[in-house]
């Protein structure tokens, strides 16, 4: 489910992005959330939905 939109700053400039966040229905996964760009790609992801600070951000991008 998309949460938020905004601009992100990546390695290849500003772009507009959204926040996803997922959940597991069996419980199994805990939730997380990512922010994604328009092509779906990951640009940073969270260890929870309530986390600030990424785990995981995008370091190098290009596309072309």
Partial sequence: MCTASEMRVTPAGRFAARR???S???G????FAAWVDA???VLESFEDTHTS???MRLVEYSRG
Avoid: G, Q, R
């Fill in 20 to 22: 996803i966040e997922l």
């Fill in 53 to 55: 600070e990424p785990w």
């Fill in 39 to 41: 092509h779906d790609v």
């Fill in 24 to 26: 597991d229905p069996s």
């Fill in 28 to 31: 199994t996964v805990a939730p």
